[in-house]
């Protein structure tokens, strides 16, 4: 496996490569970008964006709700013990469980969705550049059809090509 | 953000975990000697028994009980100030926010504590957790103090995950810069991050979630901690207003142990480049504000009491104000009002040492509050002959010392192995979402250009 990747200094240079890259009919699921900090100013950055992690956390809060609803009414009622003149299965204080409990599993489910669509822990990437940590932009592609079309696309100026792999 | 001045920032900021000074070693050997002498007298309560304490009939909860209620208020520090300033997308809040969530972990974790050294044989706290025993008792959650463990346990999970995740980014960065058994172990903690715009949008949706969730879940900690007074009927403590109170009086700690925490990290770490006046002077003026509401909320509280005249409360009151917890009183009046609101409501003494200066105030005053509710209305419930004074005892001092020992300890510690600012979060101050509208993109850049 190898991969031809290029570290541009900018966010448009970066796009200018990417523009190329398409242009040369490289599909745009075929090109890596990599960046230590988020790009929210360029183009290229609003790729997939799009997440259903709203929908889990909701759904993983209503979990949680439901959970602590059966928690809290089957325990009160396994244990029928008059308290404080309350009733056994107390709405106020149980409202309270109810409402940590679903916080919690929301929490959990966002975090949980998170590390699943970011595929995190993640394998050993093919294409990675330390040098992304001090500012550069890596756009790259792994096992170029057309190498030399690629390195063309990539060289925009101001951009160092670099290979990875075999 | 250009390479020359990423890299400078990534060096200044990594400087702490890469270069130890002597200094160092000299604090941690200074603060785990205090930590090792609290829980050597936690073993000695243990062993001994809870008689050794100050703590009898009739005031059952003292300075534990205080400790507890002071350090749940402090977490208030991090976690919700982040959230909300991530919320309204305030730029200044970059430097800010990590300093700050590490405060809520660790205030959490010693706050946590204190119910379980309050019990006297902490190895029976399990029989809080919900689970069918072998006596098939379950716990009640018609007592408050099976609330405060849901709560706590909620807060505490949600506070450490929103530390944790944003550390990824940087961790990568550490594994980048290191080599041998640190690279191995920051690869680890990195879990394989690369920074790909999918990866950023993931972690910057999953921020935004559990910055929603954990504000709400903030405010109800403190609101569940003041219930375990509030549902008691002992006088001064069955109020409808303790919810609020308690969550004003927790940010008002909280955030004036931010700024001492800040201070010292810009003072020691030398990150007077990344912690700038700005950032006090902002801290100072929220300060200023949970003051005033703090005198708010103790002028409704007295007034309601002094004219209602309901014996029992009245005596309290009194006591507090003129009897002999009175020099506590108005010293916790001075420091929670006078000074506060005399050094920050001037401009010019809104430096970085007058904010400083009142914060120190704050904390002193807010722990002396938590203890004059605490002690007072159980020492003089209903009928003078159940009245009974108390008196801390060496034990209860010491272990109160050394939880703000391992406090600074477990900050010290934290700032040595992560950067204590978020490397990530200011470089992407350069790239603001072209969503932001014009004013609140100049806010965005506020943290970082304003010297």
């Known amino acids: ?166 | 953000m250009s390479e020359a001045s990423a890299r400078k920032l990534s060096d200044d900021l990594l400087r702490p975990l890469l270069q130890t000074s002597w200094r160092f070693y000299v604090l941690v050997a200074f603060l785990g000697a205090i930590v090792l002498m609290g829980l050597g007298t936690w073993a000695y309560q243990m062993y001994n028994g809870f008689g050794i304490t100050g703590i009898n009939h009739p005031i059952f909860w003292a300075f534990y009980i205080t400790n507890f209620v002071f350090w749940i208020g402090i977490s208030h520090a991090g976690t919700l100030i982040s959230a909300i300033l991530r919320l309204v997308n305030a730029g200044w809040r970059r430097p800010v926010t990590r300093c700050a969530e590490v405060i809520t972990a660790f205030a959490l974790m010693i706050g946590a504590l204190f119910p379980i050294i309050h019990l006297g044989r902490p190895w029976l706290f399990f029989w809080l957790m919900p689970y069918p025993s072998s006596r098939q008792i379950w716990p009640n959650f018609r007592s408050p103090l099976v609330w405060d463990f849901f709560a706590i346990t909620t807060y505490l999970t949600g506070s450490v995950l929103f530390l944790v995740l944003p550390m990824i980014p940087d961790f990568a960065l550490v594994r980048d810069r290191t080599t041998g058994l640190r690279h191995r172990i920051y690869g680890v903690l990195a879990l394989g991050w690369q920074g790909t715009p999918k990866q950023w949008h993931r972690l910057e949706s999953a921020m935004q979630i559990m910055a929603i969730a954990i504000i709400p879940v903030a405010v109800s900690v403190h609101t569940i901690v003041s219930f375990d007074f509030s549902m008691a009927p002992v006088p001064m403590w069955h109020s409808t207003m303790f919810g609020p109170y308690f969550v004003a009086g927790a940010i008002f700690s909280g955030i004036a142990g931010l700024i001492i925490a800040m201070a010292a990290l810009r003072k020691f770490l030398h990150l007077e480049a990344y912690l700038h006046p700005v950032h006090f002077q902002n801290l100072g003026k929220l300060l200023l504000l949970m003051s005033l509401l703090w005198a708010y909320f103790v002028f409704a509280e007295r007034l309601t009491i002094w004219y209602g005249n309901e014996p029992s409360e009245i005596a309290v009151m009194y006591v507090t104000q003129k009897g002999s917890f009175a020099p506590l009183y108005w010293t916790m009046v001075v420091c929670n009002f006078v000074i506060p609101f005399t050094i920050l409501s001037l401009r010019k003494l809104r430096t970085i040492p007058g904010c400083v200066i009142a914060s120190f105030g704050v904390l002193i005053g807010m722990w002396l509050e938590r203890f004059l509710i605490v002690v007072p209305s159980l020492g003089h419930k209903y009928l003078p002959y159940s009245w009974g004074v108390y008196r801390p005892r060496p034990v209860e001092i010491i272990i109160t010392i050394s939880t703000f020992a391992a406090m600074t300890l477990l900050y010290v510690l934290f700032s040595k192995f992560v950067p204590i600012i978020s490397i990530w979060e200011m470089k992407a101050g350069d790239h603001p979402s072209p969503a932001l509208s014009a004013a609140a993109s100049h806010e965005h850049a506020l943290g970082e250009t304003h010297a």
């Open chain 1, 1 to 166: 496996m190898s991969a031809l990747y290029a570290l541009y200094a900018d966010g448009d240079s970066a796009q200018r490569a990417i523009n190329a890259l398409q242009a040369g009919g490289v599909s745009r699921d075929a090109i890596t970008v990599l960046s230590g900090e988020p790009i929210e100013d360029q183009e290229f950055f609003e790729t997939d964006k799009s997440t259903w992690m709203w929908y889990f956390a909701s759904a993983g809060g209503l979990v949680g709700l439901i959970f602590a609803t059966w928690l809290t009414r089957m325990t009160e009622l396994a244990w029928p013990i008059k308290t404080g003149n309350m009733p056994i299965v107390s709405w106020w204080p149980n409202l309270i469980i109810m409402f940590e409990m679903t916080m919690l599993f929301g929490i959990l489910a966002a975090v949980l969705t998170l590390l699943v669509t970011a595929r995190l822990p993640g394998p050993r990437p093919v294409l990675y550049d330390p040098e992304i940590m001090d500012g550069k932009i890596l756009v790259g592609v792994v096992n170029p059809a057309n190498a030399a079309a690629v390195e063309r696309a990539l060289s925009q100026p101001g951009a160092e090509i670099r290979r990875s792999g075999n």
